[in-house]
């Protein structure tokens, strides 16, 4: 991380107190380092889905942790993004966290994992192209799968 990149990290925090975002897991600077351009996790919780917050590509550890009341509503704000990068389903009901991602419209979706696919472009509409895969196995009794998120997309 360099000096302008904590910044940024510190400007996003700051953003997300003035849209009246509650800190969950308190970040900044370690207290225990003098020397580097370090930010601890930062975890915002009850943030607006329209705050900067929510909306941006942070690249740091700072995030947001958006509510929702039902699945369709998670689904909603999932998609209201510009970008669609990518993004991942935790659930204990694997065939529900199968129909979730199916709904999701990004470029690579884990169900209980996390799989990062950059063969595509990172903005939405500029030629994303997710492929099928599926892989067995996994830490504990996890079964991670990545489906096509869009079967009619040429790959």
């Keep these: ?7 940024r990290g510190e400007n996003y925090i700051a953003a997300g107190r003035a849209e009246g ?3 969950a ?18 975890v ?4 607006d889905p329209a705050a900067t917050l929510a909306r941006e590509e942070v690249f740091g550890p700072v995030l947001a942790v958006l509510p929702y009341d039902t699945f369709d509503d ?9 970008y669609a990068l990518g993004g991942t389903i935790w659930t204990s009901d694997e065939e529900r966290g199968l129909d ?23 903005r939405r509409g500029q030629g994303q192209r997710p492929g099928p895969r599926a892989r067995s196995g996994g830490p504990g009794r996890l079964r991670l ?3 096509d998120l869009h079967p009619g997309l040429a790959t």
């Excluded at 970040?27 to 930062?42: N, V």
């Design 44 to 47: 915002f919780a009850d943030l």
């Design 74 to 82: 998670a689904i909603r704000i999932a998609n209201d993004s510009e």
């Design 100 to 122: 979730l991602a199916r709904r999701v419209q990004a470029g690579s979706v884990g169900v209980n994992f996390f799989n990062l696919d950059l063969g595509f472009r990172l």
């Design 21 to 23: 975002g509650r800190i």
């Design 1 to 7: 991380m360099s000096a302008a990149q904590r910044q």
């Design 25 to 42: 897991a308190d970040g900044g600077r370690p207290a225990h380092l003098d020397r580097g351009w370090y930010i601890e996790p930062t």
């Design 145 to 147: 799968v990545q489906v």
